[in-house]
């Protein structure tokens, strides 16, 4: 499943947790389709790898970058 829009527009970095041992998002319940708090998880795949890197080097170093 995805994000609707409405809800990836209202991600903030403490949206995400990439530390834990499966990391997720969470979704407030104000912007949720359900009306209530979901936390998605980051499933490990080729892209989801790829974005889990480049979302840990914005959120912890304060840089990110994509290939060309």
Request: hydrophobic share 45%; net charge positive; with cysteine.
């Amino acid at each position: 499943t995805g994000l609707r829009a409405a809800e990836l527009a209202s991600l903030t970095t403490s949206s995400f947790d990439l530390d834990g041992e499966r990391p997720e998002v969470t979704v407030d319940a104000a912007y949720s389709k359900h009306r209530r708090r979901d936390r998605l998880p980051l499933r490990a795949g080729n892209f989801a790898c790829i974005v889990l890197d480049r979302l840990r080097e914005w959120f912890f170093l304060g840089a990110i970058s994509f290939p060309a």
